[in-house]
């Protein structure tokens, strides 16, 4: 591998920026001052008016899953593909056990599945059921496997989702083990009620969709979910909260002390549910995903969230589904495949709303887009840091260059952008991985299954 040598950038880190040469040898970062010398044989790289930040890490991501009678559109190899274009260098996935599908079993699927990827990659589990084998299921793969991480479904009833039952034997092991919980914070009884409320009145178009899930439904079961963390002593991790009562029941749970981490994904903080109310079904369609986009003023709260340190990551939840699988639910839309997709776009939709909208600093943007989930999910200090003795993993991004966000020159393999047509100020120039430039200029260079998986240790065991 070329050694590097970035020179005439301004280095910025979760808590502060300075102006620096960095030295990228072997993987990692070796040395970091004001004025480097070349050394024999570094290539050097002209990063003058440009920021060098931690590459980006997406700790919500869904690649080849089978999911609503179809699969993502994108598997390992294209979704990491897209990562590493928008400056995404590491991502965690998510295991999904099949029905009855012992969890070692749907450990090596998803090793497979992810084979290919080009980006570094690690995995939550899902627990979606509780039986006499799953508590030694799941020491296995936090000991041997480096998972370090649970999620809970506490919605898609008849699916994967779970009950109270299993949340609190679920999190009382992850406590035991030092390791943390995750929920999607929806009350699914309530969802399924309203559903079968709006089908059988008629109301089977996209439309509906937000009015079967809304907001209150969120802030119960993010609540709920802190509740039971608190009363067994768990590290809790809330994703993609998408509305005021989430944020308002983090905010409770954190004043009282509870370790509750929160995460928001970029469609969420840009879109609105208007997008919902368009005349063509195939575009409204294109934005099922569960929470479903908010009103405004939910928008509002949650930039405010983030850059108050209540939310604290963001995440893509990237899901996409191509137009023809939406199709699924043109009779009902409880059949629409849910989920969207933004691997790719994170970063340069967070810097254009958030810091060029004065939302967020240049330090609050790595920390919402790096820094934090590597300290959330045990990846800290090797990833989420441009530091000496870190991974090299670098994007080289330009403050002032300029590019329009569309289906038709993304890598990601949606045919459909969430945010086509928006004109982003800020963009990444290269894209550097433990020490391998391997996306510049708009070119990818990254050999198919380049990417490492990311073995994890728990953070802390109970006494
Ligand atoms: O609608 C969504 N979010 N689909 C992906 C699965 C999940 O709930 O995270
Ligand atoms: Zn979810
Ligand atoms: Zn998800």
């Given at each position: 591998?070329?050694?590097l040598l970035i020179r005439g950038g301004t280095i910025v880190n979760a808590d502060g920026s300075w102006r620096a040469d960095l030295r990228v040898s072997g993987r990692t970062v070796v040395a970091m001052a004001p004025d480097l010398e070349q050394a024999a044989g570094e290539r050097i790289i002209d990063a003058g008016g440009c920021l060098v930040m931690p590459g980006g890490i997406d700790p919500h991501t869904h690649l080849d899953y089978p999911f609503m009678a179809t699969r993502?559109?994108?598997?390992?190899?294209?979704?990491?593909?897209?990562?590493?274009?928008?400056?995404?260098?590491?991502?965690?996935?998510?295991?999904?056990?099949?029905?009855?599908?012992?969890?070692?079993?749907?450990?090596?699927?998803?090793?497979?599945?992810?084979?290919?990827?080009?980006?570094?990659?690690?995995?939550?589990?899902?627990?979606?059921?509780?039986?006499?084998?799953?508590?030694?299921?799941?020491?296995?793969?936090?000991?041997?496997?480096?998972?370090?991480?649970?999620?809970?479904?506490?919605?898609?009833?008849?699916?994967?989702?779970?009950?109270?039952?299993?949340?609190?034997?679920?999190?009382?092991?992850?406590?035991?083990?030092?390791?943390?919980?995750?929920?999607?914070?929806?009350?699914?009884?309530?969802?399924?009620?309203?559903?079968?409320?709006?089908?059988?009145?008629?109301?089977?178009?996209?439309?509906?969709?937000?009015?079967?899930?809304?907001?209150?439904?969120?802030?119960?079961?993010?609540?709920?979910?802190?509740?039971?963390?608190?009363?067994?002593?768990?590290?809790?991790?809330?994703?993609?909260?998408?509305?005021?009562?989430?944020?308002?029941?983090?905010?409770?749970?954190?004043?009282?002390?509870?370790?509750?981490?929160?995460?928001?994904?970029?469609?969420?903080?840009?879109?609105?549910?208007?997008?919902?109310?368009?005349?063509?079904?195939?575009?409204?369609?294109?934005?099922?995903?569960?929470?479903?986009?908010?009103?405004?003023?939910?928008?509002?709260?949650?930039?405010?969230?983030?850059?108050?340190?209540?939310?604290?990551?963001?995440?893509?939840?990237?899901?996409?589904?191509?137009?023809?699988?939406?199709?699924?639910?043109?009779?009902?839309?409880?059949?629409?495949?849910?989920?969207?997709?933004?691997?790719?776009?994170?970063?340069?939709?967070?810097?254009?709303?958030?810091?060029?909208?004065?939302?967020?600093?240049?330090?609050?943007?790595?920390?919402?887009?790096?820094?934090?989930?590597?300290?959330?999910?045990?990846?800290?200090?090797?990833?989420?840091?441009?530091?000496?003795?870190?991974?090299?993993?670098?994007?080289?991004?330009?403050?002032?260059?300029?590019?329009?966000?569309?289906?038709?020159?993304?890598?990601?393999?949606?045919?459909?952008?969430?945010?086509?047509?928006?004109?982003?100020?800020?963009?990444?120039?290269?894209?550097?991985?433990?020490?391998?430039?391997?996306?510049?200029?708009?070119?990818?260079?990254?050999?198919?299954?380049?990417?490492?998986?990311?073995?994890?240790?728990?953070?802390?065991?109970?006494?």
């Amino acid at each position: 591998m070329t050694p590097l040598l970035i020179r005439g950038g301004t280095i910025v880190n979760a808590d502060g920026s300075w102006r620096a040469d960095l030295r990228v040898s072997g993987r990692t970062v070796v040395a970091m001052a004001p004025d480097l010398e070349q050394a024999a044989g570094e290539r050097i790289i002209d990063a003058g008016g440009c920021l060098v930040m931690p590459g980006g890490i997406d700790p919500h991501t869904h690649l080849d899953y089978p999911f609503m009678a179809t699969r993502t559109a994108d598997d390992f190899f294209s979704g990491t593909a897209a990562a590493l274009a928008g400056g995404t260098t590491s991502i965690l996935d998510f295991i999904i056990p099949e029905s009855g599908q012992e969890l070692r079993d749907a450990y090596s699927q998803w090793r497979r599945r992810a084979r290919p990827s080009v980006a570094d990659y690690g995995f939550h589990i899902a627990v979606t059921r509780w039986d006499g084998e799953t508590e030694s299921e799941l020491r296995d793969l936090v000991e041997h496997e480096g998972i370090t991480s649970f999620k809970h479904f506490m919605t898609y009833k008849g699916g994967t989702m779970v009950g109270d039952d299993v949340l609190i034997k679920s999190f009382g092991l992850a406590a035991k083990l030092g390791v943390l919980c995750m929920v999607h914070a929806e009350n699914g009884e309530l969802v399924h009620h309203l559903q079968q409320k709006l089908v059988s009145e008629g109301k089977l178009g996209p439309q509906y969709h937000p009015l079967s899930r809304p907001p209150e439904i969120e802030g119960e079961a993010v609540n709920r979910a802190i509740c039971i963390a608190e009363a067994v002593g768990a590290r809790l991790y809330v994703v993609h909260n998408s509305s005021i009562p989430a944020i308002e029941a983090l905010r409770r749970g954190r004043a009282r002390g509870v370790d509750v981490t929160g995460e928001v994904l970029a469609c969420h903080l840009a879109l609105s549910d208007a997008v919902y109310r368009h005349p063509d079904w195939a575009f409204a369609a294109a934005h099922v995903m569960s929470p479903p986009f908010r009103a405004p003023e939910h928008q509002q709260a949650l930039w405010s969230a983030l850059g108050a340190g209540i939310i604290e990551t963001t995440g893509t939840d990237h899901a996409g589904f191509k137009a023809a699988d939406r199709l699924l639910g043109k009779a009902k839309f409880t059949d629409i495949p849910n989920g969207t997709g933004s691997i790719e776009d994170r970063l340069h939709v967070l810097w254009h709303l958030g810091v060029n909208a004065g939302r967020l600093t240049a330090e609050q943007f790595v920390r919402a887009t790096s820094t934090a989930a590597a300290r959330a999910f045990g990846l800290y200090p090797a990833k989420g840091r441009v530091a000496e003795g870190s991974d090299a993993d670098l994007l080289v991004w330009d403050p002032v260059g300029e590019r329009t966000l569309s289906a038709a020159d993304q890598h990601q393999r949606t045919d459909f952008n969430l945010f086509e047509g928006m004109m982003v100020r800020g963009i990444n120039r290269m894209t550097i991985s433990r020490g391998e430039i391997v996306f510049e200029d708009g070119k990818l260079s990254a050999p198919e299954g380049r990417g490492e998986y990311l073995r994890r240790l728990p953070l802390r065991r109970a006494a």
